[in-house]
């Protein structure tokens, strides 16, 4: 394997063969590529990109640079995945319910992420919860509770690894083709039958437009189809938070209550987690009536609350969280309403705003290894286009003292317009196959 020849490849806009992709891949997991190296090829993709056969045969070499799960269940292995955003906590309640239909979900999942937060950190909010599993481990739960919510082992997709904190500190993690291979070498790697992808745009997401996001699901789609996976993605709206909370404890809250048969609790994330939950249900071949139907079955007779409390036990968790989960979850000691200053709509919401606020409250990390402060975050926040009153509360911030909750308070009044009726458009704006 000739690194240079591979980098002047991709430099000329030319697609490397497959066999030097995968050499190259290895390269990255075993330290064969030096920094220089790995740092010249992403900037040389991000630069010319890479052609349709180029970037599925990038994703299919990161993903075999490492350990490839393969699984003998009684049902299909499915995922979902999500590009994040703000007050996303569907992964919590739609892994259950899949699981509840008998569908089995080994969700390989991240940590907080700039202003969004991570799957990661709100499961462990809950005390003695480690996601931190080995294989062994993780095989175990999936075959047992039907899913498991984990971090990635060290053997999974090694090259991305090595590749994505290259690309953080040379300007080369904004490349649809990079953030592809990235995304789908570690979902494929997990033995995948089906995979559904919520790719998201608007102000709480990383991708701010719709075209930037339709974009990105149809290099991803089209990317797992061409490596073997069945894939649909939809494009789903983040110009507001998709729950009332913002935080690790604060989601897991709003979670539980849905999970404990109340969807009333955020509307807008059972919309979404359900819409999500047909597409991964009919790639395992249901009929779509049938499918909502039972998914909404395992809301209402509490089986998916049953699975989520019974994943939670195996990480290690309290054994009676689908019966006393209030007292488990930690609750920060200061509260403070975030009051509107003047009558009008909600016209507009900077989740990306809202998100960092949560950030600075000690709820994300400003560096690596920053501790998470589980219990910090934002409730009862409003809706785009609720119509409010001089003096009501926009947003409750939970903070640790009372200076970082006039903080948030602060940052949160400026993250919110009062205004003119704005004009919402559809959670869901599309559907890519």
């Not at 990255?28 to 740092?39: E, H, I, N, P, R």
């Not at 007779?301 to 689908?322: C, V």
Request: with cysteine; proline share 5%; hydrophobic share 50%.
């Amino acid at each position: 394997m000739d690194a240079r020849a591979i980098i002047a490849q991709v430099r000329k806009g030319q697609t490397p063969p497959q066999a030097d992709l995968s050499a190259f891949a290895q390269g990255l997991a075993t330290g064969a590529v030096s920094d220089a190296q790995a740092g010249a090829f992403a900037m040389a993709v991000c630069l010319n990109g890479l052609s349709d056969a180029g970037r599925v045969g990038l994703t299919a070499a990161m993903r075999d640079s490492g350990d490839v799960l393969a699984w003998d269940l009684a049902g299909p292995v499915v995922d979902k995945h999500s590009t994040g955003g703000v007050g996303d906590c569907v992964s919590l309640i739609l892994a259950p319910m899949l699981a509840a239909c008998g569908v089995f979900v080994p969700m390989i999942s991240g940590r907080g992420l700039g202003h969004t937060g991570g799957t990661l950190d709100k499961l462990e909010a809950v005390p003695g919860v480690s996601t931190d599993v080995s294989e062994a481990r993780l095989r175990a739960i999936v075959a047992e509770v039907g899913c498991a919510i984990v971090s990635a082992t060290g053997r999974i997709a090694p090259a991305d690894k090595r590749l994505y904190a290259v690309r953080d500190v040379t300007a080369t993690v904004d490349s649809v083709d990079l953030i592809t291979a990235s995304i789908l070498s570690k979902k494929l790697a997990a033995g995948l039958g089906a995979l559904v992808l919520d790719v998201k745009f608007g102000s709480g997401a990383f991708m701010k437009t719709e075209a930037e996001a339709r974009a990105l699901a149809q290099a991803l789609v089209q990317t797992a189809r061409g490596a073997g996976c069945p894939t649909v993605a939809v494009l789903s709206d983040m110009n507001q938070p998709l729950a009332p909370s913002l935080g690790n404890a604060t989601e897991l809250a709003t979670c539980m209550e849905i999970l404990s048969g109340a969807p009333e609790a955020a509307p807008r994330l059972v919309t979404l987690a359900l819409a999500l939950g047909c597409e991964a249900l009919g790639l395992a071949g249901w009929p779509e009536d049938k499918a909502r139907a039972a998914l909404e079955r395992t809301l209402a007779d509490g089986t998916a609350l049953n699975r989520f409390a019974r994943m939670i036990a195996a990480l290690g968790g309290p054994p009676d969280m689908d019966q006393d989960w209030r007292t488990h979850l930690p609750k920060a000691p200061v509260t403070l309403a975030v009051k509107a200053s003047a009558a009008g709509h909600v016209a507009a919401i900077d989740g990306e705003a809202l998100g960092l606020a949560v950030v600075a409250l000690g709820g994300g990390r400003q560096k690596e290894g920053d501790r998470i402060d589980p219990a910090v975050g934002l409730t009862d926040v409003r809706n785009l286009g609720e119509r409010v009153a001089a003096g009501d509360v926009l947003a409750v911030v939970h903070a640790r003292n009372d200076d970082a909750a006039q903080a948030a308070c602060d940052a949160v009044k400026a993250a919110i317009t009062i205004g003119a009726a704005p004009q919402v458009g559809p959670l869901i704006l599309d559907r890519i196959t």
